[in-house]
């Protein structure tokens, strides 16, 4: 387990996690969602670097969730 700090505008929580938690997890985690407010299209930074789905969160991470902009195909 390892503890994580994740941010979305104003509001922040700290949560214990499992080793593997990914940032892919983290944006379809229903508790982290319920908590802050957050939607389904998100993106997730650390230290302002965009980060992918597939990566581990590394324990005591930062991690700022935004919402993902619109895009065009």
Do not use: C, H, W
């Not at 994740?6 to 892919?24: A, L, R, W």
């Not at 969160?57 to 930062?62: F, K, L, M, N």
């Amino acid at each position: 387990m390892k503890n994580i700090t994740v941010k979305y505008g104003v509001d922040s929580i700290t949560k214990q996690v499992e080793d593997g938690f990914t940032f892919g997890d983290l944006q379809d985690s229903d508790t982290f969602k319920a908590a802050l407010g957050f939607g389904d299209r998100t993106k997730t930074l650390v230290s302002g670097i965009e980060q992918s789905p597939d990566t581990v969160i590394p324990a005591g991470a930062t991690v700022v969730v935004e919402t993902a902009a619109n895009t065009k195909a």
